[in-house]
């Protein structure tokens, strides 16, 4: 008894911390940027797309959101809102810490490579989605979903660059596109321990299928509309989940 | 033993004032106040949503010294008011085309600004979806404002008087693009013009009739412009092809730029004819000087093309003498009150 009173400020404390809030767990993800296998290192990397031409890449930048995970069992937890802006130049911006995640099993994680059409039309927004960020058209309101900028000396533009800003939210141009990725194995995600997970990016998918992009043909790409689309459509397939 | 009870007592209190002072912001400051805009009756609701960025006095305040401060362009030569002068309702009186720094000229006449809390998208070509991101685009294109926003906001947190500002708009001194745009969108919101003598008349105020000539001209107005220019805004917000001549040397195709859509071409925006009289000049790139230049056109000088309104197809006959009634009339729009009001007016940036 004696022992027990002694302790009992102790557990005060802790049932004050630890009432009122639902046990939460923390899931990450690592973003690891590559060009058809060979590492993304912006400016001085050398690659070829799919259609052999030379290229290289000085900046590589795009959004994630409306974040999903599905159990296990098959249930689909929509995660809170939560926008990123992952940029190759940023390294911290390439881990992506995803908000509270409810403990259990899962399969796989979905999510969105841009904007969703509300936040492209709620106005002025902070934080990631903050125009300063250079990924907000101002002549023809919103979100620049992706964009990806080099030079190949194949392109015609001036100074052979190659730009591809993919946005464009309505209708028959939008140009979000849904992400599911399923785990190696099964993810246990409990409150002690935060998960990470090991996500690859390959530039290399943007003008590689199901639409082969040639910069001798097309070396920009700035406006919502087909060949956004058809960028969308390739680079949909970038993501992949590095197994252990 | 007692010891116990006494350190347990201890850190309850401890806790209890823990979850006091955060309740507690700081010491006691007098916050925003809160301002409620007054709206004629009988009007729809507006399109912004107030609810992220309700008004305050100090939020007005600080978007008016945005609005007239010409710091916001990139060689700190031109303000907002610089082209949106209030006796011209806030658009740019005798200049055809949107001026900028370092005199450059735009392709587009600077639209007026009032009532724009119930319009849902900005520009001539409907490209802007929202009043907040709307200073946006003049501020940073090379055109006008000439600005990069991010230098925009580092100029901005390094001025003292800006830092108090904000913090008395929004409660720190935080400054973001976030609160630039909302501050700014707050005095521009408040910029409302329903005091015309139209007005008046439609309201029945005792001793207010139109005459003769202008009631004539507001039956000419409803038979053959009201259709476009529907009241109570005198727009109908649509985009149309108004068979205004294309210039090729301006090579402006409108709204297609920013639906892609080719049934697009060459529409523009309806504007309001509130004001019409004092914001001269007329169309979206500003050729017409004069209100019967503009009468001219749709009686004579409406071009065809495959995206032409039915409306004007065959354009609108008007004579001399319906000409000077729909004057008369257009006169009616202009309020007066709304031009001269010190609220709005342009403020000295020291």
Not at chain 1, 141 to 152: P, R
Not at chain 2, 85 to 95: K, P, Y
Not at chain 2, 98 to 103: K, L, N, R, Y
Request: proline share 7%.
């Amino acid at each position: 008894m004696r022992k027990f009173l002694v302790y009992l400020p102790v557990v005060c404390l802790c049932l004050f911390l630890v009432a009122g809030t639902p046990p939460v767990a923390t899931l990450q993800l690592q973003l690891t940027h590559v060009v058809n296998g060979q590492p993304l290192v912006l400016q001085s990397g050398s690659y070829t797309n799919a259609a052999s031409e030379a290229f290289n890449i000085t900046l590589f930048k795009y959004y994630l959101s409306n974040f999903s995970l599905t159990t296990v069992g098959g249930e689909t937890i929509t995660l809170p809102p939560a926008y990123f802006l992952v940029d190759e130049g940023k390294p911290d911006s390439k881990l992506v810490k995803l908000p509270a995640v409810p403990p259990g099993a899962y399969r796989s994680i979905s999510f969105l490579i841009g904007v969703d059409s509300v936040r492209n039309m709620s106005g002025a927004q902070t934080g990631a989605l903050d125009p300063v960020n250079g990924m907000f058209w101002t002549w023809n309101s919103g979100y620049i979903m992706a964009k990806l900028e080099g030079t190949s000396p194949v392109s015609k533009q001036p100074a052979n660059l190659i730009e591809f800003h993919i946005g464009g939210f309505k209708g028959a141009r939008n140009s979000l596109r849904r992400v599911q990725l399923t785990f190696p194995q099964p993810v246990r995600l409990t409150p002690q321990q935060a998960q990470t997970m090991q996500v690859v990016a390959d530039a290399y998918a943007w003008f590689q299928q199901p639409n082969v992009i040639s910069f001798q043909q097309v070396s920009s790409c700035s406006t919502p509309g087909a060949q956004a689309m058809q960028i969308a459509d390739n680079y949909q397939h970038m993501f992949s989940i590095k197994a252990h | 033993m007692k010891a116990v009870y006494i350190i347990t007592l201890f850190c309850l209190l401890l806790l209890l004032a823990a979850t006091e002072a955060n309740n507690r912001r700081g010491p006691v400051m007098p916050g925003p106040e809160p301002y409620q805009l007054e709206l004629p009756p009988g009007l729809p609701p507006p399109a912004y949503d107030f609810s992220q960025n309700p008004l305050t006095r100090q939020g007005m305040a600080l978007g008016r010294h945005l609005f007239y401060d010409p710091k916001l362009s990139r060689d700190s030569s031109i303000s907002c008011g610089f082209c949106h002068q209030q006796f011209a309702a806030f658009g740019h009186f005798d200049h055809a085309l949107a001026h900028g720094v370092e005199g450059r000229i735009g392709t587009r006449s600077v639209p007026t600004l009032f009532n724009l809390i119930w319009q849902k998208n900005f520009m001539w070509d409907g490209g802007v979806n929202n009043l907040e991101i709307q200073p946006l685009t003049p501020l940073t294109d090379p055109n006008e404002m000439g600005m990069d926003l991010g230098a925009l906001i580092k100029r901005l947190q390094a001025d003292a008087g800006y830092r108090k500002m904000f913090k008395a708009a929004f409660g720190t001194e935080e400054i973001t693009s976030q609160r630039l745009f909302r501050a700014i969108t707050q005095f521009v919101a408040t910029m409302i013009s329903f005091q015309s003598k139209y007005d008046s008349v439609m309201r029945k105020a005792p001793g207010v009739a139109f005459t003769p000539e202008e009631q004539e001209g507001y039956v000419i107005f409803q038979q053959k412009c009201a259709a476009c220019h529907r009241e109570p805004f005198f727009t109908d917000f649509s985009y149309r092809n108004n068979g205004l001549p294309y210039l090729p040397n301006l090579n402006d195709v409108g709204r297609m730029r920013i639906t892609g859509s080719t049934g697009d071409y060459l529409k523009f925006k309806v504007p309001t004819l509130r004001n019409i009289l004092k914001s001269s000049p007329y169309m979206h790139d500003g050729r017409f000087i004069d209100i019967y230049q503009v009468f001219n056109q749709y009686a004579h000088g409406v071009q065809q093309s495959a995206t032409i309104d039915p409306l004007v197809k065959n354009g609108i006959a008007l004579s001399g003498k319906e000409q000077r009634e729909l004057y008369m009339f257009l006169n009616t729009l202009t309020d007066p009150g709304f031009i001269a009001n010190k609220a709005y007016s342009e403020i000295l940036i020291q």
